[in-house]
Structure formats: C-alpha cells, structure tokens
C-alpha cells in the first residue's frame, strides 16, 4: 500500500446499506499528520459519507464517519466561502419573523 493510501485501508462501510466503500470512489480532502477527512460514495445505494481517519500513535486508529447529502464539489465549494456573520443570522431571522407577522 502507498503512503498515500493509509487512509483508504480504514474509510470501513456505509451506514445505509453495509456495502464496503471502494478506494476508487473516495478521495481524501484535507490531510494532516494526525487526521484526514476522506470523501467517498457507495457504490449500491449512491450515499455519500464523510469519514475521519485518526492517527494516534502509529498503533491506533479511529474513524468517525457522517452520512451527507453533499457531493465532493459541494464541499470543496462551501470551504472557500466566507463564514456567515451574527449580523447576517440575525437579518435572516429579522426578515423571517417579518414575513411570519
């Protein structure tokens, strides 16, 4: 296994149907020496996952993965935007109340 394939030996199963996830149809987004978040898709029932890999120690890994409705670019897409701001939560929740009286 490459160096660069640790990650893809622990990305596990899909929650939904069992189906063991394919290094092929994962690929890592971000990379440290102690974490990597890995985006992959089952290939039977077409959920997407985003999966944590851990490393402690050399000895000792973790994974925690979530289910998502997002697509590989939808993530890399929402990483570039600016962090909403209070003032813009509090003008929606403004606007929102307004629409609702």
């Known amino acids: 296994?490459?160096?660069?394939?640790?990650?893809?030996?622990?990305?596990?199963?899909?929650?939904?149907?069992?189906?063991?996830?394919?290094?092929?149809?994962?690929?890592?987004?971000?990379?440290?020496?102690?974490v990597s978040e890995v985006y992959t898709e089952c290939t039977r029932c077409k959920s997407s996952a985003l999966v944590y890999v851990l490393k402690n120690d050399?000895?000792?890994?973790?994974?925690?993965?979530?289910?998502?409705?997002?697509?590989?670019?939808?993530?890399l897409r929402f990483r570039k935007m600016q962090p909403i701001t209070e003032d813009e939560v509090l003008k929606l929740h403004q606007m929102l109340e307004s629409k609702h009286s």
């Open 1 to 34: 296994m490459k160096k660069t394939d640790f990650e893809y030996k622990y990305i596990g199963n899909c929650s939904l149907c069992g189906t063991a996830f394919k290094p092929r149809f994962s690929r890592v987004l971000e990379r440290s020496d102690e």
């Open 58 to 75: 050399g000895s000792f890994v973790t994974t925690i993965g979530m289910l998502t409705d997002m697509k590989k670019d939808d993530i």
